[in-house]
């Protein structure tokens, strides 16, 4: 997969011949199955209806969609006369993930924000100019408002539709690692996958759930249980 040939503008601009437009409409067709799963276009819809979902989907704002030989499915990005190569992806259904994660987090997002007075007040506490202000007693989590939280697990829910476990794992993976970014020594965060929320990690806890079980072993020499540490 080579880009270089053609710069980001060129890539914007660039016109698909009849074949590459074929790996286009075969893209569309994995697109809009998964969004009929999701209930986002009925089947009985008109051609123009599921177009408009489809476009929706697939064309993000101030972005070109295309595909190329040499360079597959790809995106570019305009601002302000300035052209940026944004990804990619030589398989359709890498494509696909690729535009069903962006959808969901986008609508994750905005869910987020439509509900924030809620969600923080289900965090318990929020932090304004420097103080801390608590709701309702005890706070869940001791670290300032993260609205991704939310915004991942409610994206995470939309993907689980569509995508079976080993798939889903990777985005979860991706959004757990965003979280965890900014803390120092360790990381804060994990996906219960039982209450499909991220949770604070019990360090605590886990060390227990580790060790307790463990039973002394007769035959281990000391001397090399030392030279292991």
Known sequence: ???????????????????????????????????????????????????????RLIYLPDTNFNYKDGVGFYYVKEENGKYEFMISLDLIEDTVFYIFTNYATRVGFQNEYNNRDKL????KYFEKDGYRYENNGDYKYDITYDGRKYAYEYAIDILSHIYDKDILDEFILEVTNKLN??????????????????AKIDYEE??????????????????????DF
Not at 44 to 51: F, P, R
């Open 1 to 55: 997969m080579d880009a270089s040939k053609l710069n980001a503008e060129e890539l914007f601009y660039y016109e698909m011949d009849d074949s590459e437009r074929e790996f286009v409409d075969e893209l569309k067709e994995s697109v809009e199955k998964k969004a009929i799963k999701l209930g986002l276009i009925n089947k009985d819809d008109s051609k123009e209806d599921k177009a408009e979902v489809l476009d």
């Open 206 to 227: 886990e060390y227990f759930n580790e060790t307790e079980d463990v039973e002394p072993d007769d035959d281990i020499d000391e001397t090399d249980a030392e030279e």
């Open 181 to 198: 970014q900014g803390f120092k020594y360790e990381a804060y965060w994990r996906y219960d996958k039982g209450e499909k929320a991220f």
């Open 120 to 123: 923080i007040d289900e965090w």
